[in-house]
């Protein structure tokens, strides 16, 4: 029994420093989008909101306005930070300023630069939990059934010259500034380089001008933002090197 309990005592120390003893599993890639639903209302005077699919370690303003303006430019009602969860339930006042309005919208908008934003509304009137009336992105209008969010991906590159993406699900009749910048930045603020019409939306095959301010940079970030009000946004990064 003794040499037993030495053989597996020797075989432990020696497969420890390979790291056969203990499995770690990566912390998984963010996807998708934050939104938010509205869980209580105090009538003029308190709204809880329940916020989901949180990016990490991101802090949010959370903003109030009139209904209809997806809380856009609002009123700062307070601050929500992710910190490690991807769901946060947090109560907030009813701005003065909207305490009459039959309906308010509200808005989480990231404060760190990470672009990441959910809204919805609310009925000022005492309530319990209501359903989610918005999430991130919203469909442009009821009628064109589009469901989702766009993404795109990197189809070839000419170095510090020109940069060609394969877009899916883009949203049609829709405007986008395609935006290039440093890696990091998420293309946030960056340079805008075109613009999108979507037109039938979908799949499309786009090529762009890397701008001279990145030209030398081994990584850029690149961006589709709508300028029509739909929030829609997209983006991506690639070596700036020529592929393939």
């Given at each position: 029994?003794?040499?037993?309990?030495?053989?597996?005592?020797?075989?432990?120390?020696?497969?420890?420093?390979?790291?056969?003893?203990?499995?770690?599993?990566?912390?998984?890639?963010?996807?998708?989008?934050?939104?938010?639903?509205?869980?209580?209302?105090?009538k003029h005077d308190l709204v809880t909101i329940r916020a989901y699919n949180l990016p990490r370690n991101d802090t949010f303003?959370?903003?109030?306005?009139?209904?209809?303006?997806?809380?856009?430019?609002?009123?700062?009602?307070?601050?929500?930070?992710?910190?490690?969860?991807?769901?946060?339930?947090?109560?907030?006042?009813?701005?003065?300023?909207?305490?009459?309005?039959?309906?308010?919208?509200?808005?989480?908008?990231?404060?760190?630069?990470?672009?990441?934003?959910?809204?919805?509304?609310?009925?000022?009137?005492?309530?319990?939990?209501?359903?989610?009336?918005?999430?991130?992105?919203?469909?442009?209008?009821?009628?064109?059934?589009?469901?989702?969010?766009?993404?795109?991906?990197?189809?070839?590159?000419?170095?510090?010259?020109?940069?060609?993406?394969?877009?899916?699900?883009?949203?049609?009749?829709?405007?986008?500034?395609?935006?290039?910048?440093?890696?990091?930045?998420?293309?946030?603020?960056?340079?805008?380089?075109?613009?999108?019409?979507?037109?039938?939306?979908?799949?499309?095959?786009?090529?762009?001008?890397?701008?001279?301010?990145?030209?030398?940079?081994?990584?850029?970030?690149?961006?589709?933002?709508?300028?029509?009000?739909?929030?829609?946004?997209?983006?991506?990064?690639?070596?700036?090197?020529?592929?393939?």
């Amino acid at each position: 029994m003794k040499n037993l309990i030495s053989i597996v005592t020797v075989l432990f120390l020696v497969l420890s420093p390979l790291g056969l003893t203990t499995a770690f599993a990566a912390e998984p890639a963010y996807s998708g989008h934050p939104y938010i639903e509205i869980v209580a209302v105090d009538k003029h005077d308190l709204v809880t909101i329940r916020a989901y699919n949180l990016p990490r370690n991101d802090t949010f303003a959370v903003l109030e306005n009139y209904m209809g303006t997806k809380g856009k430019n609002g009123v700062n009602v307070g601050t929500l930070s992710s910190g490690s969860k991807s769901e946060v339930t947090q109560t907030y006042p009813i701005a003065a300023a909207f305490r009459d309005q039959k309906q308010i919208a509200i808005r989480i908008q990231s404060t760190t630069g990470s672009g990441w934003f959910a809204y919805n509304w609310f009925y000022n009137k005492n309530s319990g939990a209501q359903p989610p009336g918005g999430t991130t992105p919203p469909p442009p209008s009821p009628s064109t059934g589009y469901s989702g969010y766009p993404t795109f991906s990197i189809k070839s590159v000419v170095r510090n010259v020109s940069v060609t993406i394969i877009t899916t699900n883009l949203p049609p009749n829709d405007t986008f500034a395609v935006k290039m910048n440093y890696m990091g930045t998420r293309g946030v603020n960056g340079w805008t380089v075109a613009t999108l019409n979507s037109g039938t939306g979908g799949t499309q095959t786009l090529s762009y001008t890397i701008p001279a301010e990145l030209n030398g940079q081994r990584k850029i970030a690149i961006r589709l933002q709508s300028t029509s009000g739909s929030d829609y946004f997209a983006y991506n990064w690639f070596y700036n090197n020529t592929y393939p």
